[in-house]
């Protein structure tokens, strides 16, 4: 497979079943993304319709032609459990379409299914592991806006308006899993922050329009909103999310 050929990556890393990380990026823009590199499993995803390859382009560029034509699938036993890691990549499609409905005629990638205790150190570990993480990395402000539309209603003006949630049904669990959101963020191998995720974007409620703000420093994390039609007015203000509040397990 060619790399101008590439239509779409799948990025997915699995450990016991679990879910910690999938993500979708098609060349046409389409985005869908769960997960932040832990468990327990997210439930929180989005899906948006950019109009530009930005998020793809970016990704691509990275992966070595080499690669596209030599397939790697590795298995090993696992008795202790295992860690899985996919990056697939589709592309040629012969019905027209190029996003969710596209029928791929091409495809190759990488799998690695590892025991929690595997002894397995080829290279192509470190291709698999920062790549992934490189995507993540990415699209890390548009998936917190995903989980900020979860938990609060608040639109970002940063996302487009085609843009598709899926969430748990009640609130108790949409709270536990954005409090396993931002840990999952705070404890990242990469040090990544939420800290600047409320610059240059406003965000958008029953027809109000607000600034939000966010504080978070090495224990704790929380975003409040300023009603910009009433500065005086704070819309919901958020207690602190604890660093290390819930228990839960990471693969970064």
Request: hydrophobic content about 35%; proline content about 3%; charged content about 25%.
């Amino acid at each position: 497979m060619k790399k101008e050929e590439v239509e779409l990556i799948i990025f997915k890393v699995t450990a016991d079943g679990q879910e910690a990380f999938n993500m979708k990026i098609y060349k046409n823009g389409t985005t869908c993304r769960h997960g932040v590199g832990g468990l327990p499993q997210l439930g929180i995803s989005g899906m948006s319709f950019f109009n530009n390859s930005n998020f793809f382009d970016q990704l691509i560029s990275k992966v070595p032609e080499q690669l596209l034509e030599n397939p790697m699938n590795y298995e090993e036993e696992t008795p202790n459990g295992y860690l899985e890691y996919v990056i697939a990549f589709y592309g040629v499609s012969n019905n027209g379409d190029t996003g969710e409905r596209a029928n791929w005629t091409k495809s190759t990638g990488i799998r690695a299914k590892l025991d929690h205790q595997s002894n397995f150190r080829d290279p192509i570990m470190g291709f698999l592991d920062g790549l992934t993480l490189d995507a993540a990395e990415l699209t890390n402000e548009w998936y917190f806006d995903i989980v900020i539309l979860a938990k609060y209603k608040m639109q970002s003006s940063t996302i487009p308006k085609e843009t598709i949630l899926a969430q748990p049904k009640t609130d108790e669990e949409i709270h536990n899993n954005y409090e396993n959101y931002v840990n999952m963020m705070m404890t990242s191998a990469r040090n990544w922050t939420m800290s600047n995720f409320d610059k240059n974007k406003t965000y958008e409620r029953d027809g109000k329009t607000y600034t939000a703000i966010i504080q978070e420093d090495e224990q704790s994390f929380s975003i409040n909103f300023i009603d910009l039609g009433n500065s005086t007015t704070e819309y919901n203000a958020t207690n602190p999310t604890d660093k290390d509040k819930k228990s839960w397990w990471k693969v970064w």
